[in-house]
Nanobody
Framework: QVQLVESGGGLVQAGGSLRLSCAAS????????MGWFRQAPGKEREFVAA????????SYLDSVKGRFTVSRDNAKNTVYLQMNSLKPEDTAVYYC??????????????????????WGQGTQVTVSS
């Protein structure tokens, strides 16, 4: 299994930026896609962004396109989520996820939490208005 540790969450004003990091350990030699989900109070966990193993294909939730950027550094076993132009509705606990072996992107692609085999503990992101 893969162990994931997120960092970089915090409190920011609307319009501000945060960069989340997720460091992986364990089964890092296996090629899998990684992603980010978020969960706000009283809501289901929703997909935010994902990136394939090579880092040359990404997928995003429509409402974060153009504001969030997912990237990865396989030499450091780390995936990042750069979040710009943050809005109060982005407030949630953000979770890193790994071991997605059937990566997809595009209109018909809708990643589910069950598609991922490993999860981090989550990091809180709060955007004030």
């Amino acid at each position: 299994q893969v162990q994931l540790v997120e960092s970089g969450g915090g409190l920011v004003q609307a319009g501000g930026s945060l960069r989340l990091s997720c460091a992986a350990s364990g089964r890092t030699s296996i090629r899998y896609a990684m992603g980010w989900f978020r969960q706000a109070p009283g809501k289901e966990r929703e997909f935010v962004a994902a990136i394939n193993w090579r880092g040359d294909s990404t997928s995003y939730l429509d409402s974060v396109k153009g504001r969030f950027t997912v990237s990865r550094d396989n030499a450091k076993n780390t995936v990042y989520l750069q979040m710009n132009s943050l809005k109060p509705e982005d407030t949630a606990v953000y979770y890193c996820a790994a071991e997605w072996y059937h990566y997809c992107s595009g209109y018909a692609c809708s990643p589910r939490p069950a598609d991922f085999g490993s999860w981090g503990q989550g990091t809180q992101v709060t955007v004030s208005s």
